[in-house]
Every structure is written in C-alpha cells, then in structure tokens.
C-alpha cells in the first residue's frame, strides 16, 4: 500500500509542474571550430508552423578564410551536408575586431541579416551596434508558400515553397548559443 501512495505522491507532483517549464523550448550550443561547420535539420510537423528563440554569439574561432556564422532557415529536406536549392531564414555573422580601435571595447562586431536563396544577405543596419553575447530574438513562420522572418521589431517577408520542410540550423567558426527553441505548429 506505501508503494502505490508514494507513486501517486511522485505522479501527482509531475503533474503540478508549471507548463512553462515544457514551453521554455530546448537549448542548442553549436560550437565550431575554425574552419568547420556544423548542421542540424529539425523535422516538422508540417505545415503551417513557427520556430522561435534566442541567438548569441559566445565565441570566434580564428580563421582567415571564414567569418563566424550561425543561420536558421527554413528549407526541403535534404541530403545531410547538401545545401538546399532554395531556403529562407537569417544570418548571425560576427567579424574579430581590434578591441582598442573598437569603440564599444567588444572583441567583435555582429550583424544579422536576412538570408534567402544564397543571394546576397541584406544586414540590418540597428544589429551591428550589439555586442557579441547579446541575446538576439527571432522567430520564422511558414504557411507553405512564405517565411515571415522576425528579427527583433523588424520583420520581413520572402516567398518560398519546401517540400517536406525542415528547419535548418548551421554554424561556423564559433560557438552560438541558441536558447527556448521552439517549432509550434499553427493549425
């Protein structure tokens, strides 16, 4: 008879967990070294759905070839270590900086940026003021033919259709840190 009180003693305790504690999404530190990447394809369950959360930056690796970068995109499923033909998403880029010429002390300067297709990313001018190891907020919202991108207050919106879609992490040459990821289906 103690047995079965004390499991519904445990069971009823697990039960009076605050939901916030399982909508506080889960905590990715990517972290690369110079030259390297790494790549993480979360699944969804279909569409329409938004993935949320935090970026930092935390590190550089030293590197003379690649800048530091960390992307989330929305893209098809792909083989891993292929590129997908067509995403939509956005960049963290971070550049090492000489700490005496830079005026706010920072080791290096950020910026974020819109990032669709492979073409040229478009760098919100407000996001390279931050210093690296701030938190940076984003969200992505798919519908099955747009990706609405928030970054902070600014928003954008880029058209695009993904079979199968994923969300698409990617670092390099340093350590990001992504914090209460979430993917929530909209339906």
């Not at 605050?18 to 889960?26: E, S, V």
């Not at 993480?40 to 530091?68: C, H, M, R």
């Not at 992307?71 to 270590?81: E, F, K, N, T, Y």
């Not at 928003?155 to 969300?167: D, I, M, N, Y």
Request: proline share 8%; with cysteine.
């Amino acid at each position: 008879m103690k047995a079965i009180s004390w499991l519904y003693v445990i069971g009823s305790a697990f039960l009076a967990l605050p939901a916030t504690a399982a909508a506080q999404g889960i905590t990715y530190d990517c972290d690369t070294a110079a030259n390297h990447f790494s790549e993480l394809d979360l699944p969804t369950d279909g569409v329409p759905f938004t993935v949320s959360g935090n970026v930092q930056l935390n590190s550089l690796a030293a590197s003379k070839e690649y800048a530091a970068v960390a992307r989330v995109q929305i893209a098809p499923s792909v083989a891993p270590g292929q590129p997908p033909a067509v995403f939509a998403g956005f960049a963290l880029t971070a550049l090492p900086v000489d700490p005496k010429k830079s005026p706010s002390g920072a080791t290096a300067i950020q910026a974020l940026s819109w990032s669709v297709n492979g073409k040229d990313d478009e760098i919100l001018p407000q996001s390279i003021m931050a210093k690296p190891g701030t938190l940076q907020p984003f969200a992505l919202s798919y519908d099955g033919s747009k990706v609405l991108v928030t970054l902070g207050s600014e928003t954008k919106s880029f058209p695009l259709g993904a079979t199968k879609p994923v969300v698409r992490i990617v670092c390099s040459t340093g350590e990001f840190l992504f914090t209460d990821l979430t993917i929530k289906s909209s339906r």
